[in-house]
């Protein structure tokens, strides 16, 4: 509706409606219009003859009246006149049709855009919704109203998560020194692999909760795999100093190639008691928690479950912009000191036109083709897989279309 003061969304819907007249008369309107603000209904001459009924006016006791009449003999309803020219009466609404939609209750337009960075930010519940949106920037959703579980309905969702309570929180709220305290852990075998991987190995830093994931051939690999990763810790955070590490038992993290290499770079190395996860708990609980927004990701592509790799990779970006339960901010903003920005999110598995490479593409022929997204490598550069051979390749988040 466009008013002096300017342009106003007031209509939020349309659809068929029914409704009742004060002595029965059943009313149909096929092509309603939805606005929840308004006090008072309008229906035209037209939906009237619509219903088969006839209409004429009448004056009695100087009052005019109109007349819906059925087969031009019958009134079935007698609505008086106000002084504006318009006809009145009350009606009912049928009481199988008071149930409508929630997109009928909101904005249409929201609840979509909800939707949307829903399945971006893969899957998360109302709370942690609420947290990625108060310490983020980048998306539309700042001072808009958060669903909860029992307002929105997500079936990748239902079918992916089950979550089961954990014990009360024996964890202290003392914050350890950055650095201080790496956590480890290896997930696998998986069936199916993933190309050439069958498991993932995680590393979680106790005091803000920065993750590195990498994905393994065999667990052969997990100490070199490792041993890079402690390397790029310690040339990128010159002022601290990795102090202990915890992993389980496995013979990759006992051998004496591994002891001897942490003993040179001053590391302890701390083992729990065999077959007690808890012990190693804040790796198992990062590994059951990519699981959790993992599942959901899979289920939502329609896409075969060994492309369980990529989506791990993605959830470990998407982790690292989440607040945790023992920190307001989010790990990447507590590392690095920036907040997080969201808008070169998208939702993983969707459809992406990528530029075709200079040799491939000819003058007159198309300029990008159809591939699936499948994470990003930074904010300026994105990961998408070849449908028919599964490989994979990156491109350029600015020249592409999603």
């Known amino acids: 509706m466009n008013t002096i003061n300017g342009h106003a969304k007031i209509i939020l819907g349309f659809g068929e409606a029914n409704f009742i007249m ?87 337009e929201f609840t979509s855009t909800f939707k949307i960075w829903h399945e971006r930010l893969g899957h998360p519940g109302s709370v942690m919704m609420r947290k990625i949106v108060q310490n983020s920037n980048g998306h539309p959703l700042k001072n808009q109203k958060i669903f909860k579980s029992g307002e929105f309905s997500c079936k990748a969702c239902s079918e992916g998560k089950l979550i089961i309570r954990p014990s009360p929180n024996k964890i202290g709220h003392k914050r350890p020194k950055f650095l201080l305290r790496i956590h480890g852990d290896i997930c696998g075998p998986i069936h199916p692999p993933c190309g050439p991987f069958r498991y993932f190995m995680v590393l979680i830093v106790a005091s803000t909760r920065w993750s590195h994931v ?3 051939t065999t667990r052969n690999t997990a100490f070199a795999r490792f041993i890079v990763q402690i390397i790029k810790l310690k040339a990128q955070f010159l002022d601290y100093d990795i102090k202990k590490v915890r992993l389980d ?34 790796a198992e609980s990062l590994i059951k928690r990519l699981k959790l927004i993992a599942r959901p990701l899979i289920l939502r592509t329609k896409l075969p479950i060994s492309i369980w790799g990529h989506a791990i990779l993605h959830v470990v970006a998407l982790v690292q912009i989440r607040p945790s339960a023992y920190n307001e901010y989010s790990p990447l903003q507590m590392t690095y000191g920036q907040v997080p920005n969201l808008s070169h999110l998208h939702i993983f598995g969707c459809a992406v036109y990528v530029p075709i490479t200079p040799p491939q593409r000819t003058k007159m022929g198309p300029q990008r083709r159809l591939r699936i997204y499948v994470g990003y490598v930074s904010t300026s550069i994105i990961r998408y897989l070849e449908p028919q051979t599964g490989d994979l390749f990156t491109a350029r988040f600015a020249d592409c279309h999603f």
């Open 214 to 216: 990498c994905l393994l």
């Open 249 to 282: 038992n496995a013979g990759e993290s006992t051998s004496q190639a591994f002891n001897d290499y942490c003993v040179s770079m001053r590391i302890d190395v701390e083992h729990p008691v065999p077959h007690v996860h808890r012990q190693n708990g804040m």
């Open 22 to 108: 004060p002595r029965g008369t059943h009313f149909k309107v096929n092509d309603a219009l939805y606005f929840p603000k308004s006090h008072r209904n309008l229906i035209s001459f037209k939906d009237i003859r619509s219903n088969g009924y006839h209409i004429e006016t009448m004056n009695k006791d100087g009052i005019e009246y109109l007349c819906i009449k059925y087969e031009r003999q019958y009134i079935l309803e007698k609505l008086p006149m106000l002084s504006s020219g318009l006809y009145f009466t009350k009606i009912n609404i049928i009481a199988s049709n008071v149930t409508v939609n929630l997109s009928d209750n909101h904005s249409c």
